[in-house]
């Protein structure tokens, strides 16, 4: 099965500056790679995602690249503000029809963003 | 509108209680899951419904009975859990198993004695 490795599992950042967050997968069918911010006693959001026919996506100060050949992910964070501290959760995933692995996430172990103001 | 709601927000049952989760969804998404997610770890997929069927079951133990009255509603029957079953439960949607974007909801968290 698909297996997704998550680095850093902490991230403390000054307000202002980038974050960054990496994300490697095992299973070269995986072929959708969505990023799930959660803050405390709340359910993942979704706030980016991205396809393995795209390398990179970008939604004001967020942005998601992907390089299929080494099976690795990244999330960029710009300009980071107090508001974007909370635990990162990277995912893994075959989208398309048929099988029973269609459809699961598999997602990384979470990253804890912390920004100082 | 991306909102999946989910009831109760908090709950405290005993071993020996029956209860129900419920969580609900307007997108007129047909796949909703079942998610348990314990402290500061990843969520695990226990069930996905797919058009109301039962698709995929994460071996979960059978004090844990899903349920999918309609396109809109599922639910989860708890009975005779265990400590160890205290975690926040997660429900998701997306626009059906291919889809694979999947939506949410606040999650109810779950305390057994």
Not at chain 2, 67 to 89: F, G, I, T, V
Not at chain 2, 97 to 111: A, E, I, W
Request: proline share 6%.
């Amino acid at each position: 099965g698909e297996n997704v490795e998550q680095h850093p599992s902490t991230l403390s950042v000054q307000e202002g500056d980038s974050a960054v967050i990496k994300c490697t997968y095992s299973d070269s069918a995986s072929n959708y790679f969505p990023w799930y911010k959660q803050e405390l006693g709340k359910g993942p959001q979704l706030i980016i995602d991205i396809r393995s026919n795209v390398g990179e996506k970008k939604d004001q100060r967020i942005a998601v690249t992907l390089n299929k050949t080494a099976k690795h992910f990244s999330l960029h964070i710009t300009e980071t503000q107090p508001e974007d501290s909370a635990v990162y959760f990277c995912a893994a995933s075959r989208s398309g029809a048929g099988g029973t692995s269609y459809g699961k996430l598999t997602f990384g172990q979470g990253t804890i963003l912390t920004v100082h103001p | 509108d991306t909102e999946v709601t989910q009831t109760p927000k908090h709950l405290v049952m005993g071993m020996t209680n029956k209860k129900s989760l419920k969580c609900e969804q307007h997108m007129g998404h047909r796949a909703m899951y079942w998610y348990k997610q314990k402290a500061k770890k990843p969520p695990e997929l226990m069930f996905v419904y797919s058009y109301e069927k039962l698709s995929i079951n994460e071996s979960v133990p059978s004090r844990f009975s899903p349920e999918c009255p309609n396109s809109s509603l599922l639910n989860l029957h708890l009975h005779a859990l265990q400590p160890e079953d205290s975690a926040l439960y997660l429900c998701a949607s997306s626009q059906d198993r291919t889809g694979v974007t999947q939506y949410f909801g606040p999650g109810t968290r779950l305390l057994v004695l």
